[in-house]
């Protein structure tokens, strides 16, 4: 049995081309409670709404609802899979019907070990052009981890409660994704994977207390509710990591502060005071 190199991977590009969908950007202004206009630019996290890692025919994806790994991604001997972070530079709006092209390096594999056993870092660069010009670079972090062993029967907790929100921030704003809004989420950007929607699968196979809302649906909460309270600058960059998981129906605060000009320290805070999302804002006016 010939033993796979997981760095023959590093290095490795694939390029995609769509058409920048603006009613498909409008749905997700009226998922953030916008009205939403199709011919506006999209938000800057847009193209997550394009490209889906899970756009393959279904004999393609593995049991958790992901594309299955061993193509373009590395064949990681590690079934979960969790959206670490991101660190994206905005150069340039994108308007609908232009023509996106996005290549994909991968540009490390890292291997560690964790409190929970081995975990394998994958980081990717998107190069997003618009019309021929680069609008954005998304440097996109999956971690891979061991499966938990869950206990028998049901994972299933109720939410955790509510928690007063945390003091010393210069605005703040709450929110409670419930199944409706992930379900949404799930569709507006194709996303199969099944702890965002298939409650016996989350609780029973992966062990987690209830459906796991999804990362980037939490980063784009935040950053609207920045865009929201600061629309007269333009966001030139967004770098979150991802701290801890939060779940359907669990009310999330969004908070923030300038830390120096142009630059903001955001947060996405879990029930108990607890940091979801840690993120940096870059803006000019």
């Known amino acids: 049995m010939i033993e796979t190199n997981l760095q023959d991977w590093v290095g490795r590009t694939a390029t995609a081309t769509e058409v920048a969908d603006g009613q498909r950007a409008a749905r997700l202004a ?4 916008h009205d939403g206009d199709p011919a506006a630019p999209l938000f800057p996290l847009g193209h997550w709404l394009h490209f889906s890692e899970d756009d393959v025919p279904m004999s393609e994806l593995g049991a958790d609802g992901h594309a299955a790994l061993g193509g373009f991604m590395p064949p990681v001997p590690l079934p979960r ?3 670490a972070g991101s660190d994206l530079a905005f ?3 994108i308007l609908p019907g232009q023509t996106f092209e996005r290549t994909t390096t991968i540009e490390s594999i890292t291997e560690k070990t964790g409190s929970t056993g081995p975990l394998c870092f994958v980081k990717l660069r998107h190069e997003v052009s618009a019309d021929g010009v680069l609008a954005t670079t998304d440097r996109h972090t999956i971690v891979y981890r061991e499966a938990t062993s869950a206990p ?3 994972a299933a907790k109720p939410p955790r409660e509510d928690s007063a929100v945390p003091e010393g921030w210069d605005w703040s704003r709450s929110v409670r994704p419930n199944e409706v809004l992930l379900f949404r989420y799930s569709a507006l950007t194709f996303n199969s994977h099944r702890i965002h929607y298939d409650h016996p ?3 029973e196979v992966e062990g987690y207390p209830g459906l796991v809302t999804h990362g980037p649906l939490t980063a784009t909460l935040l950053l609207d509710a ?3 309270t600061h629309a007269e600058v333009v966001v030139t960059g967004y770098r979150f990591t991802a701290k801890s998981p939060l779940f359907a129906n669990e009310q999330i605060h969004l908070v ?3 830390t120096e000009p142009g630059v903001h320290e955001l947060q996405a805070v879990a029930p108990g005071g607890k940091t979801a999302i840690a993120a940096t804002v870059t803006t000019r006016n």
């Open 81 to 83: 899979r969790m959206w």
């Open 226 to 228: 920045f865009m929201s």
């Open 256 to 258: 923030g502060r300038e």
């Open 30 to 33: 009226t998922l953030l409670g």
């Open 201 to 203: 699968y989350v609780t």
């Open 91 to 93: 150069h340039a709006p």
């Open 152 to 154: 028998e029967g049901s």
